[in-house]
């Protein structure tokens, strides 16, 4: 079976370069916020152009950490696409917020924005909760349309976050996704364009506060320097609690893995650029849809999407002939029994349940080679269901 994501050839061409950064940890023995995660932040910072970027456990604690320092709660609403990994929703669950699902736009697959003013506008009337925050996808990569949820955003007095989990070192004209969000948070999950050897995450922002309030987050609310003040402490500020946290740190050796991994990323972004363009120019008129990216955006191509009427014959058919798919995601969020109970846009989630059942997604990385791509485009082209 062809591989559907092929985290062995990058590790073939980084082997040395990881092999020593992990001696290195091992040789410091500061396992735990280790001089490699501070590195590891300047430089994600320095990539995704935001003046902050702090480090976590994994991309799930990304999007709660700001909004947790926000003290977003019980009464707030938080929008979201119900088109999405569980991830998105249940941290605003967490905080006791009420997620309300918006729907996506057909060709993009990111949140509409003229759905989501429908949504807000009936949790106004309704009156019983605050619009507080809207969390918005980058969805298989690419950059949802932020001018405009900034716009709305700013309009409404609310919180912007970029849930760039897939989508870390996407761009629109030009711009990261934190140009425009209030936070912007991505995943080190192993199969995300830029992975770790295990569970990662972190928040870019621009905004000092909120990166001092996460940080304490971070660590079971200690003391930040604000909160010192100029008190007198009878004890070590970490072990004075300021605010309910949690534990959710990058392990330095993951940071020092990740540092490597960062310094190829920009040319393996390119890559994965031709692979989809390869993908595209093959696939086009013999599916249903190939994937469309927002006029001036730049997808990191997490995933390559196809749609198809006959998507799970289409599937049976390419894994006789060695080629994975997935399907991202068959059941949107709204339909599942732990989020049925929240509310969703006035006119329904067409489009959201329209997709769950036609999209298909092909092996994508940045080292498929012509040969194995040409394999693939073949087999899709050749099902006949
Ligand atoms: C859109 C989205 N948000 C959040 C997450 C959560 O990231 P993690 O698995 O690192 O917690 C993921 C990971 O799959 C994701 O795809």
């Not at 605010?243 to 890559?271: H, P, V, W, Y």
């Amino acid at each position: 079976m062809i591989p559907f994501i092929d985290l062995a050839a990058q590790q073939a061409r980084l082997k040395p370069r990881i092999d020593a950064a992990i001696q290195r940890v091992l040789a410091h023995g500061h396992y735990v916020m280790g001089p490699e995660v501070r590195a590891f932040e300047d430089q994600l910072a320095a990539f995704g152009r935001a003046k902050h970027a702090l480090s976590c456990g994994n991309g799930t604690d990304a999007i709660a950490l700001p909004l947790m320092a926000w003290e977003i709660g019980p009464g707030d609403a938080v929008f979201c696409p119900s088109f999405t990994f569980a991830a998105t929703p249940e941290v605003i669950a967490w905080t006791g917020a009420t997620p309300v699902f918006v729907d996506v736009l057909a060709d993009t697959y990111n949140l509409d924005p003229n759905d989501l003013e429908a949504a807000i506008a009936a949790v106004r009337a309704k009156g019983a909760l605050r619009p507080a925050a809207v969390i918005a996808v980058d969805l298989f990569g690419q950059p949802a349309d932020y001018p405009r949820l900034a716009e709305i955003c700013r309009r409404h007095g609310m919180k912007l976050v970029a849930d760039s989990a897939q989508g870390f070192g996407c761009t629109l004209a030009g711009e990261h996704p934190v140009n425009w969000a209030d936070a912007a948070t991505t995943s080190f999950f192993p199969a995300k364009p830029l992975g770790g050897y295990g569970d990662g995450g972190a928040v870019l922002t621009d905004d000092g506060v909120l990166t001092e309030r996460m940080d304490s987050l971070r660590v079971h609310g200690k003391m930040t320097k604000s909160d010192v003040n100029g008190h007198k402490l009878s004890c070590d500020p970490k072990y004075f609690n300021m605010r309910i946290g949690m534990n959710s740190r990058l392990d330095t050796l993951q940071a020092a893995i990740l540092i490597e991994k960062l310094g190829i990323f920009a040319e393996e972004i390119a890559l994965r650029q031709s692979v989809a363009q390869r993908y595209t120019d093959g696939l086009a008129g013999h599916v249903g849809a190939t994937p469309k990216i927002i006029d001036g955006g730049v997808s990191v191509w997490a995933q390559y999407v196809i749609e198809h009427r006959d998507r799970d014959g289409l599937a049976a058919h390419l894994k006789t002939l060695g080629v994975p798919t997935a399907v991202y995601y068959p059941v949107p969020m709204h339909r599942q029994a732990p989020y049925a109970c929240f509310p969703i846009s006035p006119g329904g989630l067409p489009v959201s349940e329209a997709k769950a059942s036609r999209v298909l997604a092909l092996p994508m990385h940045a080292y498929l080679t012509e040969d194995v791509q040409d394999h693939i485009i073949e087999a899709v082209r050749g099902y006949n269901g």
